[in-house]
Structures are given as structure tokens and as C-alpha cells.
């Protein structure tokens, strides 16, 4: 072959080569985001977008009351409808569907993978189809579903919804109007991801996500109401393009019900589910645990109406941004940060722009690489950034400040789970703030024993990041191993199952926050099993361990001693008339003294209980 021919085979495959978006590689990925399943796509949705209105809802609510000193608080109203029904003919003797029914104006018709089909024979009110070499009769006969007969045999003819709308509103700030476009229609545009903060979105790409599977499942753009304190409210109808960019299909100014706040409604084609550990109201039941502070409220499609109310009379700790660590920084992140910083010198960017890098620390760096401090920050080469960083890392810092972390806290987090267990029993630890990679974390966590808790097998495990419940990919989080690395036996559980969890009457909660979340995936169902925050969340659930030990131990104790006294009483006659023989007292007179003892004791026991506690 020719050199040309070579070169003509370069060029052919060379001009095959373009650029891929982010929105397009999306579309085509998108498990990746966690729309994996119809189940875990609905559950998505309402995810994505809770999380975003109650960061929006917290922030509003500190602005509120550094402005008018009294707290104003969350408000999240999530409402499923179903929005296009159909019947699915389910042959006799399986379980998986042959074909879809649907009703166009007064007749029945037969779709097949979104196909209308057209009968290959019309008898009267009878229409005959093949369905992939499968004969199926139709017989209409002014019944709300007509007879169905698959290869003779009568099918069953269930109802299913193929699409539903899902609107979630808040009372949040609302989102000015130039900004609607890019913040539900632009992947990774956001406010969160440069911030090195506590907040429950991260990377800016969740609610676009949502509005990218609407699009993709139904074609139905995601219709979006905002409106500010000052401004009005706006509607838009939005898109996403393949380069990434927000397409607006319409806009009008519209009445909103509440004084300020935003809502997005989206049609999507999902499966959802009334109950259980991967449905919606399992989701919102088990946010509304973690914050306390948020009434959460919600409409199913069946029109059943939940309330989750808050039970915490103040907002949690507003976090506060902080700058990177030097623990925690790359060689890459450290030369963007030099290009970029307004820092006029070294010197200068050193203490202002990294986290505990105090003057003489700065000095005593720069003297030792022999860097001199006014140098512009861009000037800086490739070798001198490699030893700046090295000498940052080794340098005594102190930890990063932790003020970032906005924790649930004890008090408003045993009050909460009381409220949805009713357990006898609650213990519950708020882990001092520890680092990963220079990275702040913070872990808390709680044991509830007993009371209404149902004892089905082994014990609820609920696992939070920056107060969001995490529903899925539990075998492969650090929590799960954490739970399971704890050593359940020696605080007196007396049953725990194989793999280390505890089973019986017990409610295991677990919360990291950080302000930066290590998730297995961008679905943002797991948390990676760094040693650091395992080592953390063990220390958190032992010492929740140790008060349970102290609780159980007192009630074994009370109940031996409850049966000692039992088999007293039920020899107190025949030791009262032994006494009765030898002493010559009066029979009677000795039972009751002997009652006057134990009940004494039961007092002595009770003020001694008391004491302890």
C-alpha cells in the first residue's frame, strides 16, 4: 500500500473525529447520573430537586434572620400526578407485558413498543392483531376495558401509567430571571462547586439532569416558576441543546402562591412505587429526619396526602466557606489556583489564598525554596510549584477551620428520630470535625432501640450525606462496612446476622457532612471507604454502643431482679407461716411485713435507678 493510500485512510478516519458536550455525553450516559432503573429515575427526580430547594430555602432563612432577628423556615411541597394512563395486556401464564391499549376517543387501539398497530381483521366490535407472530383478539363491548384473548387464552388486562408529572416547590429566595435559563438548562453551572462549603449539591449538574431525562424520556420540556421578593413571577418552558446551552421554548409572567419561591414540574416516563426503602415517600420520611427544620409535604399519585412537620425551632449552623488546605491540594490545583489568584505576589497568595498559612510560615517556605517572596504568582515555574507544594504539606498547619460544617446536631437530632420511631431508647453522638486530605468532615450518628420499632430481621440502617438519605449501592459504602466493622456483641446485642449488623429492634443512623462528599458515582449513592472516614463513623457508632450497653444492662438487671421478687412472693406464705409456727406471731402480721420489705426494696431499686441516670 501506497504512503498516499496511507495517508488518504489518516484523513477518512481523522474527519470522523468531533467534540463531545457534556449534555450529549449525558443523554447517552445517562446511568451515570443514577436514571438507571424506572424506579430509581422517579426516586432521581425528587432527589435532585429537594436537595436544591432546601439549600436554597437555608440560606434564605440565615439572610432572614441576620435582616429581621427570627428565623423564617423551609417549606417543600413535592406533588406526584399520574399524567397519561394505558392498559397492558399480560398474556396467561406470564408475567411480563405483550402489548399496551390505549383509548382513542371511543375506541380501543393496540400500540407495541410506541407503534400503533393496525388490525389484520375486523369482525363487529372484535379487531384481530399479530403481535410478533402472536394472535391477539380485542372484543370491545362498552366495558371500561375490553376482553382480551391471547392465542384463545383469556389475558389479564392491567392498568399502568406511562408517564407522570412531578412538581416540586419551594419558599426560597427564588431565582432571578436571567439566571433561570442556565441554572435548569446548562450542566455544571452552578454556585456550589467552586465553594468549599457544606451544601447538598456539589458538582451542578443534578436539577439539569432532571430536566435532561424529561427530555429524553417524554420530549416534554421542564416547566420552571420563579419568582423573587421584588421581581415577578416568571415561567419558563426549558430544554437542553447537545452543546449544552438552555433552549427556551416559552415564557410569560404568571401568578405565583407564595410571596417568593421557585418550582420546576417536569413529565417523565418512571415507575414509582406507594412504599417501601426505594420509594418517594420512604425518601422524603427519612430527609425530613435530618432536618428537623424543614416541613416537607407531599401529594402521591394515588391523591394521599403526607405531612412530615418540623420539630426544630431554629435553623441549624450556617456554614461558612473556607479556602483550600494545603493538605488537600494537587500539583494541578495549586498552579490553576496561581494563575488565576488576584494576589499581587507569592508572599501574599500564600497567606490569603490557602487555608492556616500564617506569615512566618510563608516566609520561612519561601526563604528555604529560595523563592523570592514579590515574585508575580504566574511567574512561578513548573519545578519551584512541585517544591512549594511539598513544603506546604510537610509544614506544621493546623487543621482547617470546621466553621464550613453545618452538623445536625444531638439535641435536634434525638428529638427528630423520637418523633418517627417512638423508641424507648435513643443514643445519639456528634463526632468532633476531623480532615481527609485536608478535607473537613464531620460524623454523627444514632442507635434507637426498642418501642414502636418493628422487629423484622436485622436492623434499619439509614445513611446520610450533608443530610440527604442515601437509598442505594449500600453494599459498597463506607457506612455499611462501618456498621458491619463495630463489634455489636460486646454491647450487649444479643443477636447480630453474619455480615455484622445487629438485627432485632434497632434503627442504625449514620450522617457525614463535609464540604466535600467522596460518592462512588455521580449518582451520589455511596460513599468511597477512605480509612479516615470509616476510622470516624466506628468511633461515632461505638460510643452510641456504649450507652445502649448501659441501657440494656440496667433493663436485663431490673428484670432479674423483677423475677428474684416475683419468686419471693410466691413463697411469702409458706415462709409467713414457718415464721408464724416458731415466732407464735399472727400469720396475717408477717405476710404483711414481708410485702412492706420487697416493696421497700422496689423504692430503694427505683431512687438507686434514678441516681444512675
Not at 415577578?232 to 446551552?245: G, L, P, S
Not at 473556607?322 to 488565576?340: A, R, S
Not at 528555604?368 to 508575580?376: D, G, H, M
Not at 463513623?537 to 432479674?560: F, H, P, T, V
Amino acid at each position: 500500500m501506497t504512503a498516499k493510500k496511507y495517508e488518504d485512510i489518516a484523513e477518512e478516519l481523522g474527519s470522523q473525529m468531533k467534540a463531545v458536550s457534556v449534555a450529549e455525553f449525558f443523554k447517552k450516559n445517562k446511568h451515570l447520573l443514577g436514571f438507571d432503573s424506572p424506579i430509581k429515575a422517579m426516586l432521581m427526580v425528587v432527589k435532585e430537586a429537594v436537595d436544591n430547594s432546601l439549600d436554597a430555602t437555608e440560606e434564605y432563612g440565615h439572610a432572614y434572620y441576620k435582616k429581621h432577628k427570627k428565623w423564617y423556615f423551609p417549606e417543600i411541597y413535592v406533588d406526584i400526578k399520574k399524567e397519561e394512563y394505558g392498559l397492558v395486556i399480560i398474556p396467561k401464564g406470564s408475567d411480563r407485558p405483550l402489548a399496551d391499549i390505549v383509548k382513542t376517543g371511543k375506541k380501543w387501539d393496540l400500540m407495541h413498543f410506541g407503534k400503533k398497530l393496525r388490525a389484520s381483521k375486523v369482525e363487529g366490535n372484535k379487531k384481530i392483531y399479530n403481535v410478533d407472530g402472536v394472535k391477539v383478539e380485542v372484543i370491545e363491548e362498552g366495558l371500561k376495558k375490553p376482553k382480551v384473548y391471547v392465542e384463545g387464552e383469556r389475558a389479564d388486562i392491567k392498568e399502568r401509567t406511562l408517564k407522570y408529572r412531578v412538581t416540586i416547590r419551594d419558599n426560597g429566595p427564588g431565582i432571578i430571571e436571567k439566571n433561570i435559563p442556565k441554572v435548569f438548562g446548562k450542566l455544571l453551572y452552578g454556585s456550589k462547586f467552586h465553594r468549599l462549603r457544606q451544601s447538598r449539591g456539589q458538582q451542578g449538574i443534578g436539577i439539569s439532569s432532571v430536566v435532561l431525562y424529561a427530555q429524553q424520556t417524554t420530549g416534554i420540556p421542564a416547566r420552571i416558576i420563579s419568582k423573587t421578593e421584588k421581581g415577578k413571577a416568571v415561567k419558563m418552558e426549558i430544554t437542553i441543546a447537545d452543546n449544552n446551552e438552555p433552549i427556551i421554548h416559552n415564557k410569560e409572567y404568571v401568578e405565583f402562591p407564595l410571596e417568593h419561591g421557585t418550582e420546576i414540574s417536569v413529565v417523565i416516563e418512571a415507575d414509582y412505587i406507594s412504599s417501601g426503602e426505594k420509594s418517594v415517600y420512604e425518601f422524603l420520611r427519612r430527609t425530613s429526619i435530618v432536618n428537623p427544620h424543614a416541613t416537607i409535604i407531599f401529594s402521591d399519585p394515588n391523591k394521599k396526602r403526607y405531612v412530615f412537620k418540623r420539630t426544630a425551632n431554629s435553623l441549624p449552623p450556617e456554614p461558612r466557606e473556607i479556602k483550600p488546605h494545603p493538605y488537600g491540594l494537587e500539583f494541578g490545583k495549586l498552579k490553576d489556583m496561581l494563575l488565576n489568584t488576584k494576589s499581587r505576589n507569592i508572599r501574599s497568595f500564600l497567606i490569603n489564598d490557602l487555608s492556616r498559612v500564617s506569615a512566618a510560615i510563608a516566609d520561612s517556605i519561601l526563604k528555604k525554596l529560595e523563592i523570592n517572596p514579590n515574585t508575580k504568582p504566574n511567574e512561578i515555574s513548573r519545578r519551584e510549584i512541585e517544591k512549594l507544594l511539598r513544603a506546604l504539606q510537610k509544614a506544621p498547619l493546623k487543621r482547617p477551620p470546621t466553621d464550613c460544617l453545618s452538623p445536625i446536631g444531638e439535641d435536634a437530632l434525638k428529638k427528630s428520630i423520637l418523633a418517627d420511631t417512638k423508641a424507648e431508647f435513643v443514643a445519639v453522638v456528634s463526632r468532633r470535625p476531623a480532615v481527609y486530605k485536608g478535607i473537613p468532615f464531620l460524623v454523627e450518628a444514632a442507635v434507637a432501640y426498642g418501642g414502636e420499632i418493628k422487629n423484622t430481621g436485622t436492623a434499619q440502617r439509614l445513611r446520610y450525606a450533608n443530610k440527604i438519605p442515601l437509598l442505594y449501592d449500600a453494599a459498597g459504602c463506607a457506612i455499611t462496612k462501618a456498621i458491619q466493622e463495630t463489634g455489636w456483641k460486646q454491647y450487649k446485642v444479643e443477636n447480630v446476622a453474619s455480615n455484622g449488623i445487629p438485627t432485632g429492634p434497632y434503627v442504625i443512623l449514620v450522617h457525614i457532612a463535609s464540604v466535600w462528599v467522596p460518592y462512588t458515582s455521580e449518582g451520589k449513592s455511596a460513599i468511597a471507604s477512605y480509612p479516615d472516614i470509616i476510622k470516624e463513623m466506628k468511633l461515632a457508632l461505638q460510643e452510641c454502643g456504649r450507652k445502649l450497653k448501659n441501657y440494656l444492662s440496667a433493663k436485663y438487671r431490673e428484670k432479674r431482679q423483677a423475677q428474684r421478687r416475683s419468686l419471693f412472693e410466691i413463697y411469702i406464705p409458706e415462709l409467713a407461716y414457718s415464721l408464724s409456727k416458731i415466732t407464735n406471731v399472727d400469720e396475717k402480721e408477717i405476710i404483711k411485713g414481708l410485702k412492706k420489705i420487697l416493696n421497700k426494696g422496689k423504692v430503694a431499686e427505683g431512687e438507686e435507678n434514678a441516681k444512675e441516670k
